[in-house]
């Protein structure tokens, strides 16, 4: 089943065309990460299909309704995870959580919610006293206290240490394997290679690729740079068949081969090039 | 319709906690009337208002009262409302399975709590520290109800009215303060009524604050002290119709004007 499904949509601002014709679907349980520079139309397409905004044309379904037209209750399937720092200030951690359940029929434990983002020790904390970290994870919060069947989540480690980063990605992992459905933006291309199962990259108002992040923009077949070291300096070759060339090194230097590094274009090698290749278009 | 309700009184509680956490609200909004009346039941404790030993102080308290109406509703959702719509918090809500009413029913219980509130502070400072007297006829009581309940709800829809006119919630004090600042000059809650210009006066009779005040005076000042107003009476009826002209007016601006997204985003 699609749980989100987009068709040649459009959204201009005066004349400015910030969604020119995209059309993609989220399979229930999958998450799709957008990837783009700014300005690319990322947040506009996920406004969209969050309510808050109307396209010019095209079709948007969001569990089988037109965002535009939403209910109550269809509102109370999704999640959203704000792009939002200073409103809430007033309220502690373990309020805000506890009052946002109320909105929803079916919600998390709001205690269990506020210990799955970390926050128990600052539960008692006000929100406007929080790290940018700690007031994100908040904001996750109050993602997903409803127990959504969708989960939009803005740019949500901007200004995150790694560590932070990564527990927040084992928080959407677990999210993930409840099989809540996820449209993620994010620019940062490690997280969408950690947490996508589909990366769709958007420049311009159009998306120019959209496949798993292991083989977007030919990310599987193209070359792998294999280097080594060779009586004191390095030495690299490009090749379509690294695994013969290493075999071949092998077998000159009669076993290990100094520093050996083999390495496939990076997801961040293949979006630079995408939007090169777009550009020159 | 119980969802909605029940969202709603949940949200008065929510809009109570950052009503009076907030410490610029808590002081500009709640405070105020208490401070002043401080000061000026002091500064001017001796000053005649020209009916018997009637003090300032207490025609001064009828002025506070009324312009508490002010501060709590109108003045305070006319500052907090831009400043939730800049902050995100309006966004926030659209995006939830929020009736949109629940909003404006914690708004207005809100309103309504903050204002309970201060005018028993505020009763209770005048009798303390100015020998002040609270009504003393229920007749007196039912004019305070009526008249508070309608300055409430008149001015609590011309604040979420108002809310659409600052463009920035940083800037929204600097506009809404001097306008309740020029209306409490005007209306006779800093200087006895009718020691104002008759044009004045006159300006000041288009709008309620000049009528919650006038009022509040028949609920706090003894019989026959009418002969201070400017026309030498009450006015209780004229009062009811200019406060539900306002209620009524309020509303439509409210339902026409008020707006979930912050300008140039539909």
């Known amino acids: 089943m699609q749980a989100i499904e987009v068709e040649s949509l459009r959204k201009v601002y005066g004349d400015v065309v910030a969604v020119d014709d995209i059309s993609f679907s989220v399979e229930s349980g999958e998450c799709l990460a957008l990837l783009g520079p700014n300005g690319a139309g990322k947040t506009t397409t996920t406004e969209i299909l969050e309510g808050f905004r109307k396209a010019d044309s095209g079709s948007a379904k969001v569990l089988g309704v037109d965002p535009a037209h939403g209910g109550m209750d269809w509102k109370a399937r ?13 309220l502690t951690v373990h309020e805000a959580v506890h009052h946002f359940a109320g909105y929803f029929p079916n919600p998390r434990d709001p205690d269990d919610v506020i210990e799955a983002v970390g926050l128990t020790a600052k539960a008692k904390a006000r929100n406007g ?3 940018g970290g700690q007031r994100r994870r908040l904001d996750v919060a109050l993602g997903v206290i409803g127990r959504p069947e969708v989960l939009f989540l803005d740019e949500p480690t901007t200004g995150f240490d790694p560590a932070a980063r990564r527990e927040f990605w084992s928080l959407i992992d677990q999210l993930k394997s409840e099989g809540t459905t996820i449209l993620l933006t994010t620019h940062y291309l490690e997280e969408a290679e950690h947490l996508a199962d589909r990366v769709a990259v958007i420049a311009a108002g159009r998306i120019v690729a959209c496949d798993a992040p292991g083989r977007i923009g030919g990310r599987a077949e193209g070359q792998a740079i294999v280097s080594w070291n060779e ?30 590094q083999v390495r496939r274009p990076t997801l961040e090698d293949t979006y630079l090039h995408l939007l090169k290749a777009q550009e020159e278009l | 319709m119980n969802r909605t309700l029940s969202i709603g009184r949940s949200r008065i509680i929510l809009e109570l906690r950052q009503f009076f956490r907030d410490r610029e609200s808590a002081i500009f909004n709640f405070m105020l009337p208490m401070i002043l009346l401080v000061i000026f039941g002091s500064v001017f404790a001796n000053q005649d208002i020209g009916f018997e030993d009637i003090t300032f102080a207490q025609y001064f308290l009828a002025g506070m009262i009324a312009s508490g109406i002010l501060y709590t509703s109108f003045q305070n959702l006319a500052i907090a409302i831009p400043m939730e719509r800049d902050d995100s918090t309006l966004k926030r809500l659209a995006g939830l399975p929020m009736p949109k009413a629940s909003y404006f029913i914690g708004k207005a219980g809100m309103v309504f709590v903050a204002y ?6 505020l009763l209770i400072v005048g009798i303390l520290f100015f020998g002040i007297s609270l009504p003393s006829t229920a007749d007196r009581w039912f004019t305070f109800i009526w008249v508070s309940i309608l300055g409430l709800l008149s ?7 108002f809310s659409v006119v600052p463009k920035q919630g940083k800037g929204a004090s600097a506009i809404v303060a001097p306008i309740v600042l020029v209306l409490q000059f005007t209306s006779g809650v800093f200087f006895v009524f009718t020691n104002l210009p008759t044009w004045m006066q006159n300006f000041a009779s288009f709008f309620p604050l000049k009528w919650l005040t006038q009022t509040m005076r028949y609920v706090f000042l003894p019989d026959g002290a009418e002969v201070i107003e400017a026309s030498g009476e009450w006015q209780l009826g004229l009062s009811a119709l200019v406060l539900t002209a306002w209620t009524v007016g309020g509303l439509a601006l409210a339902l026409l004007l008020f707006r979930w997204s912050p300008r140039g985003e539909k």
């Open chain 1, 78 to 90: 999704l999640g959203i995870v704000l792009q939002a720092d200073r409103d809430l200030g007033e």
């Open chain 1, 129 to 131: 006293k929080l790290s």
């Open chain 1, 231 to 260: 009586s004191g300096a390095e030495h690299s070759e490009s090749s379509t068949e690294p695994t013969r060339l290493i075999a071949e090194l092998s077998q000159r230097f009669g076993g290990e081969i100094p520093e050996l």
């Open chain 2, 116 to 121: 309970v509130a201060q005018v028993i502070i």
């Open chain 2, 155 to 161: 001015c609590t829809l011309l604040g979420i009215a």
